[in-house]
């Protein structure tokens, strides 16, 4: 009725009526933050983070918290203190992570779009899951005050929807500096909603040989295939590139995510936040309020960091940080956009990785080293397989060129229709 009468009025803002849920890892003034985890336990944020403010003054209407793994750290949405949250089309299998519950309510049409956070992958892989649009802008592009830090060097603030036109129109509204926000930067954004209908003629696109190993899937094989054919019927150009660092992304990024986390994690000490154990004592605080996961991760990120070992793990996965980074940079010297798988794999079932952790990190292949370099990406749909889950595609673009994104990603859209 006020969306109504605002936009009867003239005054409705961007997203005027838009329904929009929230990963449990922003701040929303006045109501519960807990990151899925025991430890933040009756924590109640005091302000909002700053994307929260700007799509709510644009007039979306927060609808609620979604289930995530806990603290950000998982790609099954299995880590979380809350139980899991099932696939939408698959109760027995699991929906993607982190931002698991973000791409369920948009993906069963509960929300026209939520906010996540992509660390390594935590909305662009649950968005390839569960058959919808998951974009991770660049760093510094979106504020991340009020978002709680995992892994700093890597955090961004990510959001989901049906297709790309709401993702663009979210983007439109979050985007630009925040003083609050240290890592902001201070650059002009570019509109995203003219490149929607840019196409993709004369687009040099590349596909990294590397992220196609010869142990694919055929049939998730088949489905970056038809989006290479559908781009060249488009106009674009597609050529194989090299990067050549990528079998290091999943070391270099667990070493460094884990050793921040360690460290970002220091702060939940019983005394500042949520929960705490009968006596209070620090020690008992911090074991009975993270879950295994991420005691696992405050363990050998300490570890990575601990003086001796410091220079063995943390700084030499900093220098092959700076490789991966510039293998990036040398490919866009020759295309504009990249084109790979977002995942492996469809969703996979509950409780089939969840004791190998291994295998759970391997989820984030071909997504986590965008966060390494910083560049921004986007997963879009791209099929199905034998069994009618959902497969993605990823794209992935230079610093700043949210708008190559847009515009590549709404031309496949619209391709597929
Ligand atoms: N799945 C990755 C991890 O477990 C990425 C998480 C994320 O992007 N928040 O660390």
New binding site residues.
Partial sequence: MDVDASIAAGGAGPLAGMLVAVKDNFCVAGHDTGCASRILEGFRAQYDATVVRRILDAGAILVGRTN??E??????NE?SAYGPVLHPLDATRVPG???GGSAVAVAAGIVHAAL????????R?PASFTGIVGFKPTYGRLSRYGLVA??SS??TV?FFAAGMEDAARMYAVMAGHDPLDATSAPRAVEDPLPPLSRGVAGLRIGIPEEYVPGSLDPEIRAALDRAAEAFRAGGASVRRVSLPHAKYTIPV??II??AE?SSNLSRYDGVRYGHRAAGGVMAATRSEGFGP?VKR?VMLGTYALSAGYYDAYYRKAQRVRRLISEDFTRAFEDVDVLLTLTAPGTAFSLGEKIDDPLQ??L??TF??SA?LAGIPGVSVPAGTDARGLPIGVQLLARHFDEGGLFAAGAFLEAARR
Avoid: K
Wanted: glycine fraction near 16%.
């Fill in positions: 995530m793994d603290f950000a750290m998982g790609s099954s880590n992570g982190s931002s996540g956070s992509d660390t390594g992958g935590s909305v892989q995992f892994a890597l955090d990510g990024y667990t995510a884990m986390a996961e991760r759970m990190y989820s984030d997504t986590a966060n």
